[in-house]
């Protein structure tokens, strides 16, 4: 013997349990469980370690990306305040601290590209 | 003329404000209108959560110390000064050096300290978890006990309606240890009792200083194992016998104390007379909204100096930042304020070794706990040690 159960729905829970139709009878909800499941497991498949090496090279990237947007914007400032250098002024540029800091900080990048090459 | 604008203290308050400042105030900047200086008295920054799992042996420590001067864009003057005077009518602050730092908008961000010395005992028999040193000599001894009872408390400053640094700080700790005792093999040997003061901000004889979070601790506690008791108010440590002594007439034996030891404002702050908070403390008064340090129209105040009753952590800062930097950057501009503060707190709690539990909260409304998850201790681990750097640089 079965008895007739009567559920009362809200307007929400009758939209939601329409659009979930469409999804089971479009097969498409096979992909969506696949999807959590995948999240899930990879949720479950990391560890610390990798977390910590992970956000270490995005670490790695931001530190790159803060020190070039630092460099471009201080090195368009100059060149907006000041005419283009002639040959001695270059020469001259050549005399400040900062400025050979920067250039051997590029010949030694250059000698770390070449020891990988 | 140039204006000057002065953020003193290089912590995570001075650094994310000065970074921002620059970035909202990038025209001034480039007019050759506006110059921003950031002193502090070391030449490193550190990230004071990550002591935390240095007690644990799950950090080493020097991955949350950076060069300041790497992580404040170029525009800012930095300098290495110990601020010892400020100077509100004339508008200047002297360093130890004898250098003047004149300004027209300043910035106060010199954090707060521990202050174990105001219980009798403490420092000599108490451990705590906020300073890296502390932390290595808490690892030792985590690492070495093998039986006995590790006692945790808690102290509240003695200014009404203000937290000690970082409110989440013991919960978190205390169930860091159980993990890490258990990790060890020897967590069946070892009593945990975690106690808090008779009054904690706005709750009376609970657990934690919001009443909701208060309510769900003991049924986790109790899951863990993990005794607790309210109403132990630290006043006194005999580091001869060991015993913890509350100001309720209560003695607890203990073979490790893990305190949350009393904290104040820097010297610096304490010995400048404009804080009004008690027992020299050193809190600034502080315009819930604003931020500006009430009486003082061009200073401002934010992290762990001011006398909020908002959580004294990086969580807290982050969101106070850019109303300081909105403010300073909206007066130099129109002559007026466009930011309000409504106390906005965001952090992931660290439930454990490996549970993170996400918490936000404001004036109106406290923390709804919620279960902690792997996937939130990965969110905590990643911003320790990557998204906080970034953040301090005002990219996030």
Redesign the interface.
């Known amino acids: 013997m079965s008895e007739k159960v009567e559920v009362l729905k809200t307007k929400e829970m009758q939209e939601l349990e329409a659009k979930m139709t469409m999804l089971i009878q479009t097969g498409r909800i096979d992909n969506l469980i696949d999807l959590m499941a995948l999240v899930s497991d990879n949720?479950?498949m990391?560890t610390?370690p990798m977390?910590?090496k992970?956000?270490?090279t995005?670490?790695n990237l931001?530190?790159a990306?803060?020190i070039t947007e630092?460099?471009v914007?201080?090195a368009k400032?100059e060149s907006t305040k000041n005419e283009v250098p002639s040959l001695f002024g270059i020469l001259k540029l050549m005399g400040d601290k900062d400025t050979r800091k920067g250039l051997s900080f590029m010949l030694n990048l250059t000698k770390g590209i070449g020891k990988q090459l | 003329m140039k204006k000057k604008i002065l953020i003193v203290g290089g912590g995570t308050a001075g650094t994310m404000t000065a970074n921002n400042l620059a970035k909202k105030l990038m025209p001034e900047i480039d007019r050759d209108e506006v110059e921003i200086t950031l002193i502090s008295d070391s030449k490193y920054h550190y990230y004071k959560p990550g002591a935390m799992y240095v007690a644990f042996g799950k950090s080493e420590g020097y991955e949350f110390v950076r060069d300041q001067r790497a992580l404040l864009m170029s525009e800012i003057n930095f300098e290495v000064e110990k601020a010892t005077q400020i100077n509100t009518k004339s508008n200047f602050v002297k360093a130890q050096s004898g250098k003047k730092f004149e300004y027209d908008f300043l910035v106060l961000a010199t954090g707060c300290e521990v202050a174990p010395d105001r219980i009798p005992g403490l420092s000599e028999a108490g451990d705590w978890f906020y300073t890296y040193e502390g932390a290595t000599k808490l690892a030792k001894k985590f690492h070495d006990i093998k039986r006995g009872r590790i006692l945790v408390t808690v102290n509240f400053p003695k200014t009404p309606n203000i937290p000690h640094q970082c409110g989440i700080a013991p919960v978190e700790t205390t169930m860091m240890l159980h993990d890490f005792l258990t990790e060890r093999g020897v967590r069946d040997d070892i009593e945990i009792v975690y106690t808090y003061p008779t009054v904690a901000q706005a709750v009376t004889n609970g657990l934690f200083m919001q009443e909701p979070t208060s309510n769900v601790l003991p049924s986790i506690f109790d899951s863990l194992g993990i005794k607790h008791q309210s109403g132990f108010t630290l006043s006194k440590v005999d580091p001869k016998k060991k015993v913890a002594i509350s100001a309720e007439g209560e003695e607890i034996e203990f073979d490790i104390l893990m305190s949350t030891p009393p904290f104040t404002a820097t010297k610096f702050i304490r010995e400048s007379g404009i804080s009004e908070a008690l027992d020299d403390e050193g809190w600034l008064p502080t315009d819930k909204q604003t931020l500006k340090v009430k009486g003082l129209d061009n200073v401002y105040t934010l992290g762990d100096t001011v006398d909020l009753p908002v959580s004294k952590a990086g969580g807290t800062v982050h969101n106070q930042t850019d109303v300081v930097a909105d403010n300073i950057a909206s007066e130099l501009r129109h002559g007026y304020t466009s930011e309000s503060y409504d106390g906005l707190v965001i952090a992931i709690a660290q439930m454990g070794l490996s549970c993170g539990m996400p918490l936000w909260y404001n004036y109106d409304k406290d923390v709804a706990p919620t279960p902690c998850s792997k996937l939130g201790s990965f969110v905590r681990k990643g911003f320790n040690k990557g998204i906080y750097w970034a953040a301090a640089r005002g990219m996030v």
């Open positions: 949720i479950e990391t610390s977390v910590e992970m956000i270490g995005v670490d931001a530190t990306g803060f630092n460099a914007r201080y400032r």
